[in-house]
Structures are given as structure tokens and as C-alpha cells.
């Protein structure tokens, strides 16, 4: 599969974040609301303008250089785990959800994510994007064994998209 396909990972693009224990950067910003999608509503929360946050900034610039056929995010919900999707990411919403057994959750029933990264990149640019919710404090090991047929089937079925 790695000879068909090109995989880019960003493995902690909230490191302070990480480290304070909390959603926010350093800064106090959610980055996923820091994208300059349609939706972006300038807040202390969501930053004073869409990439005023260098990890924000760095993740745009990484998807416009490479213009992914797919982005998949890790993230944790409180009690429950799902995958959800943006833009044209049914699909692939579609075969992780059957791989994997994790409910498949429409983000329109979410709540709001003014300027999220899914709405930037998968319904303004029209990239496919999925979101893996796992329960919070879920042992990442625990987290990529009951994901990962589901994640490499998806590889799969992006290997085959032209653009």
C-alpha cells in the first residue's frame, strides 16, 4: 500500500496544548477553530483572525503544498467514540465506520465549529476529511489496534482517487 500511496503525519500539532492538559495552545486557542473557513468567528477562543496561531498556520500550508486526497484527524470526545465527516468524505466515512464498528456521526448533528479544519478543508476545498473521535484518556495503543484495519482500509480505497 506504501508504494501507492503517500502518507504525511503530523503527530502532535498541539504539544502545549497537549502538555497543559487542555484543548487550547499556549495561547489559549483551539486550533481546529483557527482555519479560514466561511465560518470562522474571531473570538479569544477561536483567535483574534483565521491563522493568527503558528500551528494552525503550519497545518494550512502543509495541505496547501501537498493538496492531500484524503486527511484523516485523531481527536477524543467525552464518552463515546464515532467517526465523523466533511465535504466529500462519505465514503471513506462509510468504509472506516463498517471496518472499524465505531458509529458513523454526521458533523451537520454535531455542535457548531466555526472555523474548524474540517469545514476549511472539506467543505470549502472540497478534501475529503475524516474525524476519529476516541473516548477520552483511551491508551493510544488501544486506540490505533481497534483502528487500524479500518484506517488502512480507507488508505486503500484513497489510493484509488484521481484528481
Given at each position: ?139 493510544p495503543e488501544q486506540a490505533w489496534n481497534s483502528a487500524r484495519t479500518a484506517i488502512l482500509s480507507v488508505f486503500e480505497a484513497a489510493a484509488h482517487i484521481e484528481r
Amino acid at each position: 500500500l506504501l508504494q501507492r500511496i503517500r502518507v504525511i503525519q503530523v503527530r502532535d500539532l498541539n504539544p502545549d496544548g497537549r502538555a497543559l492538559k487542555r484543548r487550547g495552545n499556549a495561547n489559549g486557542v483551539d486550533l481546529n477553530r483557527n482555519f479560514p473557513a466561511r465560518t470562522f468567528t474571531a473570538s479569544s477562543r477561536y483567535g483574534a483572525e483565521p491563522l493568527d496561531q503558528p500551528e494552525s498556520k503550519l497545518l494550512y500550508q502543509l495541505i496547501l503544498d501537498e493538496v492531500p486526497h484524503l486527511i484523516l484527524v485523531a481527536h477524543s470526545a467525552r464518552g463515546r467514540k464515532f467517526i465523523n465527516w466533511d465535504g466529500p468524505g462519505r465514503r471513506f466515512a462509510e468504509i472506516f465506520s463498517r471496518a472499524s464498528g465505531f458509529p458513523l456521526v454526521e458533523s451537520d448533528t454535531l455542535h457548531p465549529t466555526p472555523g474548524s479544519l474540517g469545514t476549511w478543508a472539506g467543505m470549502d476545498r472540497q478534501i475529503p476529511i475524516l474525524t476519529l473521535e476516541w473516548r477520552n484518556g483511551t491508551d493510544p495503543e488501544q486506540a490505533w489496534n481497534s483502528a487500524r484495519t479500518a484506517i488502512l482500509s480507507v488508505f486503500e480505497a484513497a489510493a484509488h482517487i484521481e484528481r
